[in-house]
DNA sequence: TCGATTACCTGTAGAGCGGTAGGTTTCGTT
DNA sequence: AACGAAACCTACCGCTCTACAGGTAATCGA
């Protein structure tokens, strides 16, 4: 009924996340998607009537998975967070090719992006003031470090998938939580 | 003669440049490419045999940019060169852009991405033990300051690039330098 | 001046794309 | 048992894409 319903979604959505992590959005035809869940293209359009419905549909499960409910986020669970994205290369490339189409114009993630990005600097900000109060150790505010936390975990990101023998992805961004907590 | 050919692709390469960032390298049709020239696409295949072929000459375009003869980097012209980048989006998102696809599979970018960071990482830290030694005054190694380097001037142009207004980039990058050269 | 090369063009093949139309099967509800 | 909706299919449309084939006009060296 209503739930199985959900539950072919939830499947598709997944094996959408699989081919853009493969090809990008631009590359990932519906009929690809389909094929990975037993499916036609056109029977996937009745599930996600339009490709664009189906990338929102992405987007909002990536919402739902990082808004932990009600986790403080602390400056320590951020190195645990970094090492756990370590080990689920996909996801974490699905993010890195969408965030790059992006960045092109018309592309309809990228309001998205740039609204996600708002609120994660914000929400850094938040992390670091809940660490070090209105100024952290180096000087800097913590609205001043949060674009550069937010800059390191995904720049770290692309070096590391691109070349993960020789980046150590976790291990960076733990000398760049150093750097940002020593003292001036 | 000659020359006029060499003229011509140099127009073509540009206004690959130019589509590129606005559709990336999947989104970018060779029949948009030439019609910036005014060509029409099987003109343009003339002088690239294949869209790869093209897309090989626009990389090749940016290391020559970027291989300024026997420039030894220093620190603070990092930060001069992050603000002239600042003024310069276009060329900003076209690799921004490429970067983000070349991380998917098979991608023809992927490869001159890869190695691209491994010789950037041992540049910058050359840079960095030029300016500091075996050891940043923050305690880390060149070699460890440098992927970091890189991710924070990668990440914050995709910041910079999807809201310009809310993030200061050279700003931001000469934090980042503060703290690389700041006493642990 | 001639022959060849270069720089284009038109035409078209061949595949893939997202999306529509409309039919059929499955299945829960009454 | 009958109905209606949901799930999914076949068929197809119109478009776009890269690339190939072959022709034509200009240009240049001998």
Redesign the interface.
């Known amino acids: 009924m209503r739930a199985r319903s959900e539950e072919r979604r939830a499947e598709i959505v997944r094996a959408a996340l699989e081919v853009i992590?493969?090809?990008?959005y631009?590359?990932a035809s519906l009929a690809a998607v389909a094929e990975r869940v037993g499916l036609t293209q056109q029977g996937l359009l009745h599930h996600f009537p339009t490709k664009e419905a189906l990338l929102v549909a992405v987007l909002k499960e990536r919402d739902r998975w990082d808004a932990v409910p009600d986790t403080q986020w602390r400056v320590d669970l951020l190195a645990a967070l970094v090492e756990y994205n370590a080990m689920r290369p996909a996801i974490i490339?699905t993010f890195?090719?969408?965030?790059?189409?992006?960045?092109?114009?018309g592309h309809p993630a990228?309001e998205y992006?740039?609204e996600r990005?708002?609120r994660v600097?914000a929400n850094m900000a938040d992390v670091l003031r809940a660490e070090y109060g209105d100024r952290l150790p180096?000087?800097?505010t913590p609205e001043?470090?949060a674009?550069?936390l937010?800059?390191?975990?995904?720049?770290?990101q692309?070096?590391w998938?691109?070349?993960p023998e020789?980046?150590d992805m976790p291990?960076?961004f733990r000398?760049?939580l150093?750097?940002?907590g020593?003292?001036?």
Not at 21 to 24: F, M, P, V, W
Not at 150 to 156: E, F, K, P, R, T
């Open positions: 992590a493969e090809r990008g631009r590359g490339q890195s090719a969408l965030l790059g189409e992006s960045v092109t114009e990228r992006f740039t990005y708002t600097r180096s000087g800097l001043r470090g674009p550069l937010v800059a390191v975990m995904d720049g770290l692309y070096q998938l691109l070349d020789s980046v291990g960076a000398d760049f150093a750097l940002l020593e003292e001036a």
